[in-house]
């Protein structure tokens, strides 16, 4: 008689063939037959598939593993790691794309998780600004002038500061100088990356007095000296 053999390919294989071929009516067709005319023990062979993964992400971050973009290729059914990095000043989201809907990311409110890779799929990684740092000003001293900039800024922001001498008064820096562009300049900005308590320095002016006589004869002034700004000089 002619036996009617199926092989069944699981989903994540190919069929190849059918060994040995000797009575088989297809040896390349996965439902065929064989001639029993005696005794035999035939083996069904099976390729696995290759299927590919593509990765991106929103701003504020990128997918560290496997890499962005892609796509990578990957047994069909291999289980893969992927990795979400934010950057400075965001935090991961989720992941959204064809491998989530499809159930194959085992979790995807995880930065770091897997997905089955049974099938092509593409995953991104999405990113949110997570913190709003406070930034503070101070003087030194106090009546050397009135800073001006503090508050509350999305995180990455380049704040403006100035440093608003009295008229008696020289602006020297900002200290820290961390994140500042120019820490010598009254006017300037800071990345706002952290909450930041900036100090301007100030330094009061100073003035030469010179006095004379005249004629010299006339006799002997003093008060000759150097003040500070807005001293009485005597």
């Not at 294989?13 to 065929?32: C, D, I, K, L, M």
């Not at 995807?108 to 740092?133: G, K």
Request: contains cysteine; glycine residues 8%; hydrophobic residues 30%.
């Amino acid at each position: 008689t002619n036996a009617t053999i199926h092989a069944n390919t699981s989903s994540c294989y190919t069929f190849v063939n059918w060994t040995p071929t000797e009575g088989v009516a297809n040896s390349s067709a996965e439902n065929t037959t064989v001639y029993m005319n005696k005794s035999r023990s035939l083996t069904a062979n099976y390729a696995v598939k290759s299927v590919t993964l593509s990765t991106s992400s929103t701003t504020g971050g990128n997918v560290s593993t496997p890499g962005e973009s892609g796509p990578y290729t990957y047994n069909c059914g291999q289980v893969v790691t992927i990795n979400a990095t934010p950057d400075t000043c965001y935090s991961f989201v989720n992941w959204t794309g064809t491998g989530v809907d499809a159930g194959k990311v085992a979790n995807p409110n995880a930065a770091s998780t897997t997905i089955t890779t049974d099938a092509n799929y593409s995953v991104q990684a999405n990113f949110v600004i997570s913190r709003t740092p406070t930034l503070t000003l101070a003087a030194d001293p106090a009546e050397g002038g009135t800073p001006t900039g503090a508050g509350t800024f999305n995180c990455g922001v380049s704040a403006p500061i100035q440093a608003n001498m009295n008229t008696c008064y020289d602006f020297v820096n900002w200290t820290p100088a961390d994140g500042i562009a120019n820490p010598s300049a009254a006017n300037t900005t800071v990345s706002m990356t952290t909450n930041r308590s900036l100090t301007a320095h100030y330094t009061i002016k100073r003035f030469t007095l010179s006095v004379s006589a005249s004629p010299a004869a006339g006799g002997n002034p003093t008060g000759a000296g150097t003040y500070n700004c807005s001293q009485n000089a005597s």
